[in-house]
Every structure is written in C-alpha cells, then in structure tokens.
C-alpha cells in the first residue's frame, strides 16, 4: 500500500466525521432571521431577462450592475411575513445564474461514475444533499 492510500485511510475518515458533527451543529441552530441573497452574474444589465417568476411574488428583487464592470448583481430580499424560505431563494437565484450564463440548469443527477467505496461517500453525501438549499 502506498503513501497516498495510507494517507487517504488516515484523513477521510477524519473529514467524514468533521462533516458530520458540522452537520448535527448546524441542525441545533434557531433558524437564521431573514436576510438579502446576492448573486453576480456574468451578464450585462440589458441581457438578464425577468428571472425568479415563482418567487417574485413573495420577495423583493433588484438588479444592479456589479462592481468593476463584472456583471450584473442580482438580490433578492424576503420581506416579514414571506411563505418563502431562504433554502427557496438560494436555490432559484443558482439556477437563475447557471440559466443565464450557460443557457441550462446544470445537475449533479445521473449514473455516478465510480462505484460506491468508503472514501468516496463524503462526496456522494454532498451531492445528494447539495440541491437542498445551497448547504451541506
């Protein structure tokens, strides 16, 4: 067995247990209070189209041009009282950015292209649950 290998046997087993107890303390938390989600996109200003139809109802969304000419900025502010979630908006404004700058959504779905070992189960983890909200 190599250096690498008995390195890896070391450290991820160690990496899945940090993920696990960040896990188990992020899950403890009192909800966070609403706050604005920000996102830059790549875009100018006249080529984002009217984008986040589902929420715009519930939220409050504006468009400015980012920083240094990179783009367009595009934030979103859920109001008191909102049904929307901030797992909701996180999700609609990275979708809204993947569709704008590559023209689709792109997923992390369809048949993986390892087979499932001990060592790559904090990945695997992290992709099945990385669409529910924008964190693991």
Known sequence: ????ARALLIVAPIAAGTAVVAAKRRSGRSPSPRRTHVVTVHRPL?????????LAKSVEISL???????GT????????GSP????????????TRSLVEVGDV??????PTTEKTPLNRPLRTATEHGREGGLL
Not at 1 to 4: I, Q, S, Y
């Open 46 to 54: 006249s080529e984002i189209p009217g984008s986040l139809e589902e």
């Open 64 to 70: 400015a041009p980012a920083p240094g000419d990179r």
């Open 84 to 95: 929307v979630t901030d797992a909701e908006v996180r999700r609609a404004l990275r979708e």
């Open 73 to 80: 900025e595009i934030s979103v502010r859920i109001p008191e």
């Open 1 to 4: 067995m190599g250096r690498t």
């Open 106 to 111: 792109l997923l992390p779905s369809g048949p």
